[in-house]
């Protein structure tokens, strides 16, 4: 790919392509502004001699900070809010998170903080980072263990996604970002949902095919919904169930990534559009069997459920005492704020369990 495609979001742009011409042009704008970049072990190898050698300005200051969930905490913040003080950073320097969506949502966090707010540009190096984390101004860290519990709503300058990242990227990291693709077609594109659904291998796809229409999705419903107050809820769709099995089984010997806990979500919660919500018998079907075989089938025991639903009930989507579900009536269409109860959640969990 190396047409550049212009996407418009609020008040910046996403660039999608060879990012670097107009990456070169944006700074050019920025000349008298210092500029940080925030990596970790695995972007300080794989990406930033990508950024460095296509940068025409050489001056960059590299702040490095361990990679992983785990380290999407305060500690991390205080590292790099001292880097920053350190290296003497006033007000008008310019920050460029080049990561995944941990450098994404902290990198964009402590800039949107130090000294009440630096200017931050998003370059996200995995593909759920491309076509999620980067865009829709969401910012912050996990606190006490619980995820995303600490942070504040600020848009970036600007998004560079180069699909040229994808390439160190390790291949189950790649399908786990592919279930927000997925994801995105079922509450939004059924046309795109028509795509996906042939891909044959998941490891031969050409991204970027597929990372623009995706990412127009997710721009509309941002950009009707910012703060998440109805329709963004729509992005929510296998979450409900996703979250909580990956919180259950994130410290068993098989621990899921974010992407294979939400494609047994997607499953379990389409089971529950097809009891509630209109999902045709034959769509559950085509679903479900495109899941599975994309992610195979992972063990969920039974006697985790009661854990999971507790997970369930503590989700901050939920108002009331109910548990908050998108859910389909359609591939491409989707409803939020819908509740279920305990009996049909343990149904689709079964659901889950019984397939082959
Ligand atoms: N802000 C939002 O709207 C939003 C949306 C979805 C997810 N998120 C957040 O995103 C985070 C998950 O993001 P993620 O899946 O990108 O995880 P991540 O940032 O932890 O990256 C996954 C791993 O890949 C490595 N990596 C990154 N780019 C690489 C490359 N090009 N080559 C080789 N290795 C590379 C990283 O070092 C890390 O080890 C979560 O914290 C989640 O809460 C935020
Ligand atoms: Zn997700």
Not at 2 to 15: A, G, H, L
Not at 22 to 40: C, H, W
Not at 152 to 181: C, H, M, W, Y
């Amino acid at each position: 790919m190396t047409k550049v495609q212009t996407i418009p979001v609020q008040d910046y742009t996403i660039q999608v392509g060879d990012i670097f011409p107009a990456l070169n042009t944006f700074l050019k704008t920025k000349e008298d502004q210092a500029v940080v970049v925030i990596v970790d072990k695995n972007t300080k190898k794989h990406c930033l001699p990508i950024l460095k050698k296509q940068l025409n300005r050489k001056d960059i200051i590299v702040l490095r900070i361990p990679a992983g969930e785990l380290h999407k905490n305060i500690q991390t913040c205080q590292s790099i809010w001292q880097q920053m003080m350190d290296k003497g950073l006033n007000r008008n320097a310019l920050c460029i998170n080049l990561g995944g969506g941990v450098i994404g949502d902290m990198g964009g966090f402590c800039a949107s903080t130090y000294k009440r707010g630096i200017d931050f540009i998003q370059i996200p190096t995995t593909l759920l980072s491309q076509v999620d984390a980067s865009i829709g101004g969401k910012l912050g860290i996990d606190f006490n263990h619980v995820k995303n519990s600490v942070g504040v709503f600020q848009n970036p300058k600007a998004v560079f996604i180069d699909p040229i990242f994808l390439k160190t990227l390790p291949k189950l990291e790649i399908r786990s970002g592919f279930a927000e693709i997925i994801k995105h077609s079922l509450i939004e594109d059924a046309k795109q949902w028509k795509k996906i659904k042939t891909i044959k291998n998941w490891k031969k796809v050409d991204w970027p095919a597929f990372l623009v229409p995706s990412l127009h999705i997710k721009k509309r419903i941002v950009e009707i919904d910012p703060f998440e107050k109805g329709l963004r809820k729509a992005l929510n769709f296998g979450h409900t169930i996703g979250h909580a099995v990956e919180s259950q089984y994130l410290e068993s010997k098989k621990p899921l990534l974010h992407g294979e806990a939400v494609a047994i979500g997607m499953v379990c919660e389409s089971y529950i559009s097809h009891k509630m919500s209109g999902l045709a018998a034959k769509d559950l079907k085509e679903i479900t069997k495109f899941l599975v075989r994309i992610y195979g089938k992972y063990k969920l025991l039974k006697k985790d459920y009661s854990a999971m639903i507790r997970l369930m009930r503590k989700d901050k989507k939920n108002e009331k005492d109910e548990i908050n579900f998108t859910l389909l009536k359609a591939p491409g269409k989707c409803l939020v704020n819908q509740s279920a109860d305990v009996s049909l959640i343990t149904e689709s969990l079964d659901y889950y369990r019984a397939l082959k």
